[in-house]
């Protein structure tokens, strides 16, 4: 069946400017990931979703950063005045249920804030 | 706190073995083994957890000292495919389905 999808696979904008990254789970999978991967480093949570609901926002860096589930499937991870510190790949996983373990991630958003 | 993971990198000949470790400063709930290649996404090798219960690849084995708070992924007779970074991700709370904390990675290379 279908992985996790991610959309556009590369955006390029200008600092400032508010980008939206979308997030398509494996079909039936209730639980949510978002994380970022800098260059040599590991993925970096922000946030995940059981549902519609955010289970836990804490990662997200700052209140520039938000991210949405309306209606339990697809998520948008959207980011407002963009830095060149935002610069990064955004992953987005998903898994089956609470406590199903296995996180299938996504080939990734790669974002450049010039 | 982010799991520290070693080595950081190793080189090995094709067939042989590899340890990586990985060790955090927190009690453990779960932990979770990711490969990735360059350029792609990681991809699913095992998950640990508290109490003993194992889910991964028939190929792939990995330990899980509760105790001390370490987790050792063990690779034999290592395969070219096997090349690329290995993460462990980390649960600290109790939900099985948390966000991950991931350590650095150790790049694994393997020559023929």
């Known amino acids: 069946g279908a992985g996790v999808s991610q959309t556009p696979s590369n955006k390029v904008t200008e600092k400032g400017k508010y980008v939206e990254l979308r997030c398509d789970p494996i079909?039936?999978?209730?639980?949510l990931y978002w994380y970022r991967q800098s260059l040599g480093q590991g993925p970096e949570f922000l946030i995940y979703f059981q549902g519609t609901g955010a289970a836990d926002d804490s990662g997200l860096p700052n209140d520039r950063f938000f991210a949405v589930r309306p209606e339990g499937s697809v998520s948008t991870l959207k980011i407002q005045r963009t830095e060149r510190g935002d610069s990064a790949v955004y992953l987005c996983?998903?898994?089956?249920?609470?406590?199903?373990?296995?996180?299938?991630f996504g080939p990734g958003t790669r974002l450049t804030v010039l | 706190q982010q799991p520290v993971q070693s080595p950081q990198a190793v080189i090995l000949r094709e067939g042989e073995d590899a340890v990586i470790n990985c060790s955090s400063s927190?009690?453990?709930?779960?932990v979770h083994w990711y490969r990735q290649k360059h350029g792609e996404a990681p991809v699913f090798l095992m998950i640990l957890l508290k109490g003993g219960e194992q889910k991964g690849h028939e190929k792939i084995s990995a330990s899980f000292n509760e105790k001390k708070q370490q987790s050792s992924l063990y690779l034999t007779a290592s395969q070219l495919s096997y090349s690329g970074t290995y993460f462990c991700?980390?649960?600290?709370?109790?939900?099985?389905?948390?966000?991950?904390?991931f350590g650095k990675g150790t790049h694994l290379i393997i020559q023929p």
């Open positions: 996983a998903s898994s089956y249920s609470l406590g199903s373990g296995e996180q299938f």
């Open positions: 991700g980390t649960v600290t709370s109790g939900g099985g389905a948390d966000g991950l904390t």
């Open positions: 079909s039936g999978h209730t639980a």
């Open positions: 927190k009690a453990l709930y779960s």
